[in-house]
């Protein structure tokens, strides 16, 4: 998974939060629930965010999405929180399956296509966690830095 992160835990504190109900999940709704949730932000605080950090996190929230739908049996969930200056990007899939890091080689020496999602997700985020949900998959959740 990704090594290089910690895993300490994150201690939750109330923030701005949105939660994506579209009939079919898509990455654009995932997308546009971190653009939302950072908007309310910002018209209610001062706190000033990289304009860069905030294309890592939705990016980051595109991938999970996209993810889920490719290798998790689809999406069940997407939640979107903003702690201090942090956004907490949780997707939840039906898969009890790991995440895992592709080579971009094949066994003959040929480039794959995909596999770029998780390593992306793990380069952007200060924390990823996965955790296994009671009623069977998974959720994970990724802190990208906004500041």
Avoid at 108 to 120: L, M, S
């Amino acid at each position: 998974m990704c090594e290089e992160h910690t895993t300490e835990s994150v201690i939750e504190t109330p923030g701005a939060r949105a939660t994506v109900r579209p009939p079919a999940w898509r990455p654009g709704d995932a997308r546009k629930a971190v653009e939302r949730a950072v908007a309310e932000r910002r018209r209610t605080s001062d706190t000033g965010y990289d304009e860069d950090a905030l294309s890592d996190a939705v990016l980051v929230a595109s991938e999970l999405t996209t993810n889920a739908i490719l290798h998790g049996g689809g999406v069940t969930d997407v939640r979107v929180d903003l702690v201090g200056t942090e956004v907490r990007v949780s997707v939840s899939d039906r898969s009890d399956r790991l995440p895992v890091t592709t080579p971009p080689t094949d066994r003959n020496g040929r480039r794959r296509a995909g596999g770029h999602g998780w390593p992306i997700v793990c380069r952007l985020s200060r924390d990823v966690r996965v955790l296994d949900l009671p009623t069977g998959g998974k959720c994970i959740t990724a802190v990208v830095p906004l500041a």
